[in-house]
């Protein structure tokens, strides 16, 4: 009797997060207790507590008194807790389009005028231990889109996807794609401009003329109305306010590149206009050129073991990573893929096995590093104190292949639980129903 | 004296076409609802003139008359959207000078500022100037089918491109366009419309060219707040109707319909006009309903576009389409010979299993087509029905028909098919109810609107009467619906 008596007291306790898994469950209190800790900084991993209070990270070691209203995941010395993953390249949650392909300057589209928060690649990014993401425009132009970095607060709608501390960004590309997307265009009647790698320089240097016009012409509106005179404002054009976004520094470029005398070629450019480019994306050919990027100061997004599929990426060693970090660049391993993206601890750990990146630091590949390329890290990408709760919760080393993320936690609430999930598909193992198709249909 | 005898022969001849028929109508014998005694309704230029108890109207000696025993006072519906694609046809290129006779055609001449910025690709589809009223199209052929199915109203809106232009409100009735007009120029509509191969091709790009839009609507208004300022010093700026209508939009004195086709679009729409006042209808399928707090926290108003789910399962079939007559799809096929092959058996055992995973999708699609005007309406937000180009015109009863069905208020569909809610910018030019001096615009059923069974009988617009199938015969009749 007095074991039903408390299996009925405990049931709704042990039920709950699985009954509101599908918008997030917690009040944002957690304690991680006798956890293997992975802070995501150069420290060792140590066995020892982590509380979250109001989703901030507020403790960490052996935490004592643990304030009322607290959820407790037990680790038993067991679970390895680890800062939430950040996907550097992501172009999952996107509705009606990625690539604004239609001419080589788009950088008044927004990303997140697009955002689809039902795309189920958010919850299962969240399975794979991700809590942030960098959304991208695509490449099929030379000056993209802006950029989105969202947490993958699954349920939530597209505004509450948005991390609005992030500062926005636009997506460069170079190369292949930028050259072959004006072919073939329905409704064109000749191949598009630019047509080569020289022309995609000159695409970016007239772009930025142009903006620099721009400026005179509101400069000069400006004297004019501090001298009384000429009182009709300039027109505003959205694409170019976008572009001198980047020659303030107010927004950072992102650029897709691969080869490393295109790489040379777009910090030439910014450099010649005054601004810095925050990161290489892709950039499978900076082991060449790494001095020189950590020279212009620009971060790496590339990949553990992921080339070859076009010319311009076959000059990729997995060394790559490694070689860039020893000469002061921050580097980070990103999916660019719906379904990489799952595993990008995995990604990290390869470039371990592979690439000789040394072991301590692998987890920063994917967390803290990611965090400083979108100068986020002052409030994600490690486990510190005042910094956000975002955490992975693993049953093994999060290095380890074997490992699996079980919990995954945004500013102290629950997103996804391992264990409910398996429950709750049953028979069904096909995971959640995609919107989209719906939609479609 | 022929001079005054002219001019009152010209005033008159427009007044005339107004008021459509001169012969007065009397309706006689028709309830109001049902159990209810019955009365007759005297119409005359196109307004009820008198509505008294059955024999107490004196019948004027050139009045038609209609003997309406047995039927119903019903409303009239509207159809809130008829989209209609007033487009332009893309035009190859023509080359500047002719090629002579078997010489090779040149490309016309581009610079390479044509290839870098593509932006005037959007223009083609963006007319803020352009008026549904303008055009022939908003006469559309499908009226009479509209007729039948008791929609007495319409509003003809243009095409779904980025910005289309402004609707027009009217009625159905068969008689010259410029009597049937009840708003000339109703709301801008816009949509996200993108194309491949064509700035712009994503929903992000067809945002931006809106963004871009209101940002030189905006200057175009402070331009012209600074020009009526400052005495001199300032140009006049130059006209522009279509930057005028964005304005009046952004400002809240024009209502703006965007068309959508999915619930990510509307609210990204609502997003797109947060921090304006303009009052904005969002039109599109049933799944729009899915985002009904967001429509109702932003005061939009809905027009569902009653767009019926294509279905394979047969049950799910009939329960949207009535009435049903047995279909032979639903008869289970004999099984085959070679049934015990164990690899047929697996095959089909497989198809089994893809026909239940379909099944349940088809019923999750079913169940938010049919629960849409619910949310909404359990939401508070106005709505209205539309029908769709690929549908038919009596879908917009059926579907308010099924709504009411799945729990929607009688009262709130009846709004919803009458577009008399009164915060959906157009109820306030449609004369609802029949009363003494407003115009004469209405059905006559031969049994409650809600039931499947009933048929309209008659339409009247503007006065004018339309008998659209034979009066009932008491019992025994056929089963009504659609389809």
Redesign the interface.
């Known amino acids: 009797m007095k074991r039903i008596a408390m299996m009925l007291v405990l049931v709704p306790f042990i039920s709950l997060p699985f009954a509101a898994q599908d918008k997030g469950w917690g009040s944002g209190h957690v304690l991680f207790r006798d956890v293997i800790v992975h802070m995501g900084t150069a420290t060792r991993p140590f066995l020892g507590d982590v509380l979250i209070r109001s989703g901030r990270v507020a403790d960490l070691g052996w935490v004592r008194d643990v304030p009322d209203g607290t959820r407790i995941v037990e680790g038993r010395g067991e679970l390895h807790v680890m800062p939430g993953i950040i996907d550097c390249h992501s172009h999952i949650a996107l509705a009606g389009g990625l690539n604004e392909s239609t001419g080589p300057v788009t950088p008044e589209v927004r990303i997140r005028d697009a955002l689809r928060p039902d795309d189920p690649s958010i919850y299962r990014a969240l399975a794979g231990g991700v809590t942030m993401a960098h959304l991208l425009h695509g490449s099929a132009n030379v000056i993209g889109g802006q950029d989105a970095v969202i947490k993958l607060r699954w349920g939530a709608d597209a505004d509450g996807l948005v991390y609005k501390k992030a500062p926005p960004g636009v997506k460069f590309a170079l190369g292949e794609n930028p050259r072959r997307s004006n072919r073939n265009t329905p409704g064109a009647d000749r191949q598009g401009y630019p047509r080569s790698r020289m022309g995609v320089e000159q695409i970016l240097r007239r772009a930025f003329q142009d903006a620099l016009n721009y400026r005179d012409t509101w400069l000069t509106y400006k004297r004019e109305v501090s001298e009384g005179s000429g009182r009709v404002p300039p027109r505003r054009d959205l694409r170019m306010e976008a572009l001198l976004g980047i020659l303030d520094g107010r927004i950072m470029v992102h650029c897709h590149c691969y080869r490393a005398d295109e790489i040379l070629m777009v910090m030439r450019v910014a450099e010649d206009f005054g601004f810095r480019v925050a990161t290489l994306q892709h950039v499978l050919e900076g082991y060449k050129v790494a001095e020189d990027i950590a020279r212009h100061g620009a971060g790496a997004s590339t990949f553990s073991d992921w080339w070859g599929y076009k010319f311009e990426a076959y000059d990729a060693i997995p060394y790559n990573a490694e070689l860039m970090r020893r000469k002061g660049v921050v580097v980070t391993i990103n999916s660019d893929s719906a379904d990489h993206i799952r595993r990008l601890n995995i990604e990290a750990a390869k470039t371990v096995k592979y690439g000789g990146y040394p072991r301590n630091l692998a987890l920063q590949l994917v967390t803290l590093n990611a965090a400083k390329q979108l100068h986020i890290d002052r409030w994600v990408g490690s486990l510190e104190i005042g910094k956000d709760g975002d955490v992975a919760v693993f049953d093994g080393d999060p290095l380890d292949d074997r490992s699996k993320c079980v919990m995954t936690f945004i500013e102290g609430i629950q997103y996804f639980d391992r264990r409910s999930d398996l429950r709750k598909r049953g028979g069904n193992r096909r995971g959640p129903v995609d919107s989209d198709q719906e939609a479609t249909r | 004296m022929k001079v005054l005898a002219i001019l009152i022969l010209l005033v008159a001849a427009p007044a005339g076409i107004v008021c459509q028929d001169s012969q007065p109508l009397l309706i006689r014998n028709v309830k109001r609802a049902p159990g209810r005694p019955t009365v007759d309704i005297l119409i005359r230029r196109g307004l009820v003139e008198a509505i008294g108890p059955s024999g107490t109207l004196q019948r004027p000696f050139d009045a038609q008359v209609f003997d309406g025993k047995g039927l119903l006072l019903g409303p009239v519906f509207l159809d809130a959207c008829v989209l209609a694609n007033l487009a332009p046809k ?1 035009t190859a ?1 023509v080359a500047k000078t002719p090629p002579r006779d078997g010489a090779p055609t040149s ?2 001449l ?1 610079s ?1 500022d044509d ?5 005037p ?1 959007a223009l083609d589809r963006l007319h803020p100037d352009r008026r549904r009223i303008d055009t022939q199209a908003w006469d559309a052929a499908g009226d009479e089918p509209r007729r039948r199915a008791g929609i007495a109203w319409a509003l003809y809106a243009p095409a779904t491109e980025l910005c289309g232009g402004s609707g027009v409100l009217a009625t159905t009735a068969a008689v010259p366009r410029r009597s049937r007009v009840l708003a000339s120029d109703l709301g801008l509509f816009f949509a ?1 419309d ?1 194309r ?13 060219v809106h ?2 839009l209101f ?2 609507a905006q ?1 175009q208004q ?2 012209k707040a ?1 020009h009526s300022r ?1 005495t001199s ?3 006049r ?1 130059p006209f522009e109707p279509g930057l005028a209508r964005v304005e009046e939009v952004l400002d809240g004195r024009r209502p703006a319909f965007f068309v959508c ?5 509307a ?2 729409v609502l ?2 006009f947060r921090g304006t006042k303009g009052r904005l209808v969002i039109a599109g399928p049933p ?1 729009l309903a899915r985002a009904g707090d ?1 429509f109702a926290k932003a005061q939009a108003g809905v027009v569902l576009q009653a767009e019926f ?2 279905v394979t399962d047969p049950v799910l079939r009939r329960r949207l389409h009535r009435p049903q007559s047995p279909e032979k799809s639903s008869a289970r096929p004999a099984p085959s010979a070679d049934s015990k092959d164990p690899e047929t058996k697996a095959l089909e055992a497989w198809i089994r299993a893809e026909r239940r ?1 379909v099944r349940e ?1 088809e019923k ?2 079913v169940q ?1 087509f049919l629960n849409a005007p619910m949310r909404l309406s359990e939401a508070g937000v106005p709505f209205a029905f539309a029908t769709t180009a690929r549908g038919k015109a009596d879908d917009l009863l059926s579907y308010a028909r099924l709504a009411v069905e799945a729990g929607l208020s009688q009262p709130a569909a009846r709004r919803a098919l009458t577009g008399a809610d009164k915060r959906l910018p157009f109820s306030r030019a449609l004369d609802q109810g029949v009363r003494p001096g407003h115009t004469a615009t209405f059905t006559l059923l031969d049994g409650p609107l809600w039931s499947w069974n009933t048929r309209i009988q008659a339409v009247v617009i503007d006065g004018r009467l339309e008998v659209l199938a034979e009066k009932p015969s008491g019992k025994g009749k056929t089963k009504g619906g659609r389809r």
């Open positions: 893309p290129p490309p016309p581009r390479v290839d870098i910025d593509t932006r690709a996200l993108r491949r191969g064509r700035y712009p091709s994503t929903t992000m790009g067809a945002i931006a963004r871009q940002a030189d200057r402070a331009w600074a400052a010093g300032v140009p700026p086709r999915t619930e990510h679009e609210r990204r997003a797109l799944r967001a789910p294509e995973i999708r999750t699609t938010t």
